[in-house]
């Protein structure tokens, strides 16, 4: 493995020969972390601002919620923009304009007076800053790496999770001594931050080494003689055709036909030589539609959709249901963190497993799934407060093995492989959005009409149920396409081996015979 790039400077990309598994993608994981704690970790963190909110702009907690809502739906609804920009201006850039964005949206909804305006700057502009950060930086991280990437995006996507730890804590001591409005205006000062991360995102290329083959002496000499044959059959066809073709170098002037002969193979070598040292270079894609063609993709994808319906909405409810169940509420604040901590444990255990060689990536990811749905399910049956402590440390255990591994598995070949990384991505993340934006809400649905918080994690668990069956359809459905395709091309290749004649050389031997017989009949 070498490095080829001369330049440093942050823009110039660094040219393998081969995925390096370390190298500058270290810095582009840690640049990772930053951005996951600075995107999903204030996300997460700004459940603290909703009590303040309500009191400032006289609003129901529905109406506030909306605010997240809709800034979640924009970062996933605009998941192909981001990876169109991406492929056309570069990662880097895109990510610096995201965190500009986010900033701008957060320090101005610092000064609004209405909660429209919260919608309009945290819910659009800064929704749409955090999809121009998260999905581009995950992307050439995943570029990076290789045998490592697994575990790698797994322990940076932790950034979030430790943001969760100490943004929340920190924030609400600063509003006691500042107030929510100027809280908010450091965080979005903050969050400039995402800037830097996005100097450091250097473009990678990876270059095979060119080798130069030598024909052996046998086969110089067999190309040779093909060559020459060639010649004397093209100058036979000539005089057959009426035209006086002389190999008598006393009737060339200057021996032109004797450098003719001599010269004219150097000359198809070295085409075919040119030919093959200066491919064309293939037209970059924005966004590669051909993704939707890929079955075992749209299987995935319709995991993603089903399964994010269990992703959020267990978060909001939980300390809800430990309420309705006489919990005191700083005790069931602590079954929140719980769960928080256990997701670091899931996400560093999920890459870990999956860093295993050889392990089909895609199998460890169901039974993860399956799990999930299970430790859903059991949240229902809990009716104290160690028992939904213990649901909550295997629920944010299992949904850490999900949740940091998700998106990253596009990159392996049994969903859409590395070259179709970023355009997966913009379309997978795409997708999820409808049920990021109708998965919370429609929990909230059937709380209202059963009056039990109960049936919030029902809902969710039949989501996460669904989303395993379409998981498992994932690598069937690509084994027979595989398999289709592999047909085809025998077939084609069949085909074409038909068309051609046993020996050509023989074929052209013959013909110069019958013609020198025919001249030889005439004379």
Known sequence: MTVKAIKMSCTTPNVYTKVPDGGWGWTVAFAFFVVEALTYGIIKSFGVFFNDLMESFDETNSRISWIISICVFVLTFTAPLSTVLSNRFGHGPVVMVGGILISTGMVTASFARTVVEMYITIGLISGLGYCLSFLPTVTI????????????????????????????????SLKEQIGWRYSLLVVGVLQLGIVICGLLLRPIIIQAQEEVKVLPTEEQTETKYML??????????????GVEVSTSPSSVPGNTKAELKSEEPKETIQMLVEASSSPKEPKIQLLDFSVMKDHG??????????????????????????ISLGINKDRSAYILSAMAIAEVFGRISAGWVLNKKPIRKIYIELICVILLSIALFAFPLAYEFWGLMICSIFFGFMLGTVAGTHIPMLAEDDVAGIDRMSSAAGVYVFIQSLAGLAGPPLAGVLVDVTQNYRSAFYSCAAGMVLGAVFLSLVRPCKTVLCKGQKQGLEENASEALQDIPDDFIEMDLGKTDDSVRSRDSIA
């Not at 995006?153 to 920190?170: D, K, L």
């Not at 100058?235 to 057959?240: A, H």
């Not at 959709?305 to 992703?311: H, K």
């Not at 409810?317 to 430990?322: E, F, N």
């Open 297 to 322: 993709f749209i299987c995935y994808a319709l995991f993603g959709l089903f399964a994010t319906l269990g992703f959020f909405a267990p978060s909001l409810y939980i300390i809800p249901l430990g």
């Open 228 to 241: 020459e044959n060639e010649q004397t059959r093209t100058s036979i066809d000539s005089i057959d055709s």
């Open 141 to 172: 991280l995943s570029q990076y790496f290789d045998k490592r990437r697994s575990l790698v995006t797994a322990v940076a996507s932790t950034g979030e999770c430790f943001a969760v730890f100490s943004f929340a804590p920190a924030i609400t």
